[in-house]
């Protein structure tokens, strides 16, 4: 049997400002992705995201992110490993609390952004990354890029991990994302980004942005639902995996 979880990146509207439509994405999905005050989001954002969360059974994890409200947490910031290793312990024990108030265990912890993109090249850094994690709790899975040195961290610290794949992104060769600046870097036609999505998670397959094929694993695909058209797309490929046989479950089951 085939099992894959679909994840997104939530509560990421700000003060007066919002972003996403998390109602709408909440019900088709198996786990979300919290942002905890850094790159986005606030304590009352955090609550109710968690709270709609819970009410949707959907899996809750931290997505923690540079101190970048400005930049949305997509500008590289110079930071030691220390600091990232700090910063990744704060932002979890923010969820932690309001997770812990629903009744909620977090169940990963997924980087956001330039703290994702580097740490998947930068194997102390990720190595900082998963030793917060463990540190703060051994149970929570590192979500990370397929093939990349999130993964490797996260074996060496004794963390479990997941592979992520993404529905709407172009690949490298090297099995990184397609800059967003570059060509290719997002895959905007429906049909082409759902057939993509079934190749990953039945055949481990993936083509990149030269045309290569390359392999890969798919333990959680994400996907983006910040208007009413994505949040159509994120039903329909939810849909699409169902019909093709692929069970949606939350990601401790998936590496169960």
């Known amino acids: 049997m085939y099992r894959v979880d679909l994840n997104a990146d939530l509560g990421e509207s700000f003060g007066a ?20 005050g850094f790159h986005a989001g606030d304590p009352m954002v955090m609550e109710k995201t968690v709270r709609l969360a819970a009410e949707n ?11 970048d409200l400005m930049g949305f947490g997509r500008r590289t910031m110079a930071v030691s490993n220390d600091e990232a290793k700090a910063y990744v312990k704060y932002q979890l024990g923010a969820l932690m ?50 093939g990349s040195r999130h993964l490797e961290a996260a074996a060496k610290v004794g963390l479990k991990c997941a592979s992520e794949v993404f529905a709407d ?10 800059p967003r600046k570059q060509p290719g870097a997002m895959i905007h036609d429906e049909d082409v980004s759902i057939s ?33 058209k994505a949040v159509e797309f994120v039903r329909k490929i939810r849909a699409a995996l169902e019909a093709e046989g692929v069970e949606i479950a939350p990601i401790a089951a998936v590496i169960a």
């Open 17 to 36: 400002y919002t972003v996403g439509m998390d109602s709408e994405v909440l019900k088709h999905i198996s786990s979300a992705n919290i942002a905890c």
């Open 97 to 146: 609390a309001f997770a812990r108030s629903h009744g909620l265990k977090l169940q990963h912890c997924k980087p956001h952004g330039a703290f994702y993109n580097n740490a998947a090249v930068n194997f102390d850094m990720s190595v900082a990354i998963c030793e917060a994690i463990y540190e703060v709790d051994p149970d929570i899975i590192m979500l990370g890029l397929a």
């Open 57 to 67: 059974g959907v899996a809750v994890g931290a997505h923690p992110g540079y101190p």
């Open 196 to 228: 993509r999505v079934i190749r990953m998670v039945r055949e481990g397959v993936v083509e990149t942005v030269t045309g290569k094929t390359i392999p890969i694993r798919a333990d959680s695909v994400c996907v983006h639902g910040d208007n009413p």
């Open 169 to 178: 992104r172009g690949y490298m060769d090297d099995g990184t994302l397609v």
